[in-house]
């Protein structure tokens, strides 16, 4: 295996949200900016790199019968990690984020990674998987609470700094409600599908 070809699979192919349709749950919920969008993409890469990391490395001494409950021991280890820290060193992105954060541990991606990736690879190419899918994850949530922030307040700001400002303010602020983000995320995957379906048609 080639180690690019997996990390760009994982931003592509097995790309969490237009790929496997994985962790639409947070995705819809915490989308409404960029930034909300960067801190769950952090925690969530946080989690995915090291439960892949240490799935892989106690596959071969799991009894298959216990497979799955250890996985979310795993998971739930650097999920508590995530939380307390954020928790103590980010706490507006902590309360923004809300229930979102410890739901890490249930969260698709991460148990489906470690089941379908971690589980039968090696550390080396778990660790690439994760931060392939964790880069496409991470994209995913900017596009969408980009595209949600600016139709919905005219101005894109991160961190304190403002990235883009609309000099008019058309702003509709549905984009920022729950409406806004099945429409967001529908347009999109309409979009992928459509160039997916006229790359088949030309055969490639």
Same mark, same amino acid.
């Given at each position: 295996m080639d180690p690019l070809s997996e990390f760009i699979r994982g931003i592509t192919r097995d790309n969490p949200t237009f790929g496997l349709v994985l962790g639409l749950c947070p995705t819809l919920a915490v989308s409404t900016s960029v930034e909300n969008g960067i801190g769950m993409a952090a925690g969530t890469a946080f989690v995915l790199i090291f439960s892949n990391l240490f799935v892989s490395l106690v596959r071969k001494v799991t009894p298959s019968?216990? #497979?799955?409950?250890? $996985?979310?021991?795993?998971? +739930? /280890? $650097?999920? %508590? =990690? &995530?939380?307390? &820290?954020?928790? +103590?060193?980010?706490?507006?992105?902590?309360? +923004?984020?809300?229930? $979102?954060?410890?739901?890490?541990v249930v969260n698709c991606i991460i148990i489906g990674r470690a089941e379908a990736y971690a589980s039968k690879n090696n550390a080396f190419y778990s660790v690439i998987d994760a931060l392939g899918v964790s880069t496409g994850f991470l994209l995913v949530?900017?596009?969408?609470?980009? =595209? #949600?922030? =600016?139709?919905? /307040?005219?101005? *894109?700001?991160? $961190?304190?700094? /403002?990235? *883009? %400002?609309?000099?008019?303010?058309? %702003?509709v602020t549905t984009m920022i409600l729950p409406g806004g983000a099945f429409l967001t995320i529908g347009i999109l995957m309409a979009i992928i599908n459509y160039q997916k379906e006229k790359k088949r048609v030309r055969g490639e």
């Amino acid at each position: 295996m080639d180690p690019l070809s997996e990390f760009i699979r994982g931003i592509t192919r097995d790309n969490p949200t237009f790929g496997l349709v994985l962790g639409l749950c947070p995705t819809l919920a915490v989308s409404t900016s960029v930034e909300n969008g960067i801190g769950m993409a952090a925690g969530t890469a946080f989690v995915l790199i090291f439960s892949n990391l240490f799935v892989s490395l106690v596959r071969k001494v799991t009894p298959s019968e216990v #497979r799955l409950p250890v $996985f979310i021991i795993i998971i +739930a /280890t $650097f999920v %508590s =990690i &995530v939380d307390m &820290v954020m928790k +103590a060193f980010f706490p507006p992105m902590y309360a +923004a984020l809300g229930v $979102f954060i410890p739901l890490i541990v249930v969260n698709c991606i991460i148990i489906g990674r470690a089941e379908a990736y971690a589980s039968k690879n090696n550390a080396f190419y778990s660790v690439i998987d994760a931060l392939g899918v964790s880069t496409g994850f991470l994209l995913v949530l900017m596009l969408i609470g980009g =595209i #949600r922030e =600016i139709l919905g /307040t005219g101005q *894109i700001v991160t $961190f304190g700094h /403002t990235l *883009i %400002s609309l000099p008019v303010n058309p %702003s509709v602020t549905t984009m920022i409600l729950p409406g806004g983000a099945f429409l967001t995320i529908g347009i999109l995957m309409a979009i992928i599908n459509y160039q997916k379906e006229k790359k088949r048609v030309r055969g490639e």
